[in-house]
């Protein structure tokens, strides 16, 4: 029995180089995981604030007929996405009782990891928001 543990001994010392050339295999495939789901999630949850943001100038819009209001309303209500005015528009300008106010959001994004290949026409993201006018 002795004879055994040594001989099972030997074997399993050999494995630690493997095990070390199979994870220098690996790492790279698991970090480039983890970025994809980090960028994928960020993505993710810039588009919801875009969303959000469109459909509170939307109503804003809709409530208070004004147009640089619901720009402001807009931009602040998405905080984490550095939005300017110029990235928001306001369809019609005036809100007559009945008809559909809309407000659409476009915001360019840059990509954070670096490891990820930048695409090619640069990553637009839109959130809409349509709300009735006088409602």
């Known amino acids: ?16 180089g493997a095990a070390a050339v199979e994870f220098a ?4 495939i698991l970090i480039f995981l983890i970025f994809l789901i980090i960028e994928v999630g960020r993505l993710y949850n810039m588009q919801i604030s875009l969303t959000g943001a469109a459909r509170e100038g939307a109503r804003w819009m809709a409530i208070y ?6 720009k402001t309303a807009t931009i602040a209500a998405a905080p ?8 928001v ?3 019609p300008t005036d809100c007559t009782a009945g008809s559909t106010v809309t407000i659409t959001v476009t ?12 695409p090619d026409p640069p ?8 709300m009735l006018c006088g409602g």
């Open 123 to 130: 990553l637009v993201l839109t959130g809409t928001g349509v």
């Open 1 to 16: 029995m002795l004879w055994l543990r040594r001989k099972l001994r030997r074997l399993h010392s050999g494995e630690g």
């Open 65 to 70: 007929d004004d147009e640089p209001g619901a």
């Open 89 to 91: 528009t306001v369809t």
């Open 107 to 118: 915001y360019t994004v840059d990509l954070i990891s670096g490891y990820m290949p930048a």
């Open 25 to 28: 295999l690996v790492l790279p």
């Open 80 to 87: 984490s996405v550095p939005l300017t005015e110029a990235e």
